[in-house]
């Protein structure tokens, strides 16, 4: 083993797994995680060596959360620093595995006599298992984890980080499998742990990569790719684990495509350019989120030919569009572009004086027309964003993660609020 990489000089074993090893450095904040050639099933009883699979389950680990960071998660990996290692933040970990399922599988059947296989768990099944080799790490319940009374990095385990985890796992397992049916793959299940760093924040952390979810191409468990396979079989030759190699390396090639450019746009026409201020708030919202957008300037009372020649030029684009019309007063913006576009139109007028009378304009429009009418920015924003997350996993995805921070800040306020 290397006393230093990449600059860092290693430390101290913290740990060492069945397919990793744990280093401190001189940061106190921060380990460094080395991955083996080492594949395992059952425990550890059954073991192979596996030349290359530190360096693709170390880029496979890299892609995943660094994707997951991308969304606004928050996890512990901080960035790869050789083929088979990895800087992370240094946390105490919960010694629970959160399993999230989407389909009935594997254990799940054993431990459930009578559920056929394939059952489907919507929302998904969350399982949860204590980390204890040598009691094949048996299943607990939220009561369990509560009573064990575990403290980690000066935080004691509630049901307040009980329901945080729980809440974040099914935001991590659904966010990735949104990813993977862009690639016509279906996620089955995955697990994750949890870690507590130095300031006392819960944090995705450990690894994810190809020992952690079933994955079936085109929903077909005969075309599995992950390490369900090694577990299957009951001898094991070289060529098998070629194959085994072979699959952990099309998993991570295909995690090059979850990071897609968007394809759709927001197109902000405001009728006048005083409400230049109101349009870049809801800019700057779309923009948060991920989706492009684009501010033009038309009045569809004093330009109607010229507004619907802007129409023509962004249809003549190829991408997928919502036009967000900002006009006060009499607004005849929405509706016209409405008539004359089959993309969503969403009515977003200026705050004025005289605002509930002008919004009359924006609610009531002719028949034959669907455009939307919301009052704010943040609104506009969001239901722009909506209506592309239908064909946009990372739209999707980000709105999935907005929704766990709503909910994280309002686990966090209540419980400051309780210890006052």
């Not at 075309?223 to 998993?251: A, C, G, P």
């Amino acid at each position: 083993m290397p006393d230093e990489v990449a600059g860092y000089k290693l430390g101290a074993l913290v740990i060492e797994g069945k397919t990793k090893k744990v280093f401190s450095i001189d940061n106190a904040d921060e380990v460094v995680i080395i991955s083996k050639d080492r594949i395992t099933a059952g425990d550890g009883i059954k073991s192979h060596e596996l030349k290359g699979k530190a360096e693709i389950s170390t880029k496979t680990n890299a892609k995943v959360f660094e994707y997951l960071n991308s969304l606004g998660l928050k996890t512990s990996f901080i960035k790869t620093l050789t083929g088979t290692a990895f800087l992370a933040k240094k946390c105490e970990m919960i010694p629970i595995e959160w399993v999230t399922r989407r389909l009935a599988t594997g254990s799940f059947l054993k431990r459930n006599v009578g559920v056929k296989e394939g059952y489907r768990f919507s929302p998904p099944l969350e399982e949860t298992f204590f980390k204890d080799d040598a009691n094949h790490d048996p299943q607990w319940s939220d009561q369990q984890i509560i009573e064990a009374n575990f403290h980690f990095n000066g935080v004691t385990i509630t049901r307040h980080e009980v329901d945080i985890m729980k809440r974040s796992a099914i935001t991590v397992f659904e966010v990735l499998e949104r990813a993977w049916a862009s690639r016509s793959c279906a996620l089955i299940d995955m697990k994750i742990e949890f870690g507590i760093d130095s300031k006392g924040e819960i944090l995705i952390s450990d690894i994810i990569d190809s020992d952690s979810w079933r994955l079936w191409p085109s929903g077909d468990k005969r075309l599995m790719k992950d390490k369900q396979v090694y577990r299957e079989l009951s001898e094991v030759t070289q060529h098998d684990l070629e194959k085994i190699k072979s699959n952990f390396q099309w998993i991570s090639d295909q995690l090059d495509y979850f990071k897609s450019a968007p394809q759709s746009l927001a197109v902000i026409v405001m009728g006048s350019p005083s409400d230049e201020e109101h349009c870049m708030k809801i800019k700057k919202n779309c923009e948060a989120l991920g989706l492009p957008c684009e501010l033009r300037v038309s009045s569809a009372h004093k330009e109607t030919e010229e507004t619907l020649k802007l129409v023509a030029e962004y249809e003549g684009l190829g991408r997928d569009l919502v036009f967000i019309a900002v006009a006060g007063r009499s607004n005849g913006l929405g509706p016209v572009i409405s008539g004359n576009t089959a993309f969503p139109v969403i009515n977003c007028p200026p705050p004025s004086q005289s605002a509930t009378q002008d919004i009359w304009s924006s609610l009531s429009v002719p028949s034959g027309l669907g455009c939307t009418t919301v009052l704010y920015p943040e609104t506009a924003a969001l239901a722009a964003t909506q209506i592309h997350a239908l064909k946009e996993h990372m739209l999707w995805s980000r709105l999935r993660v907005r929704a766990l921070t709503n909910y994280l800040s309002l686990k966090k306020a209540d419980s400051i609020l309780r210890k006052r």
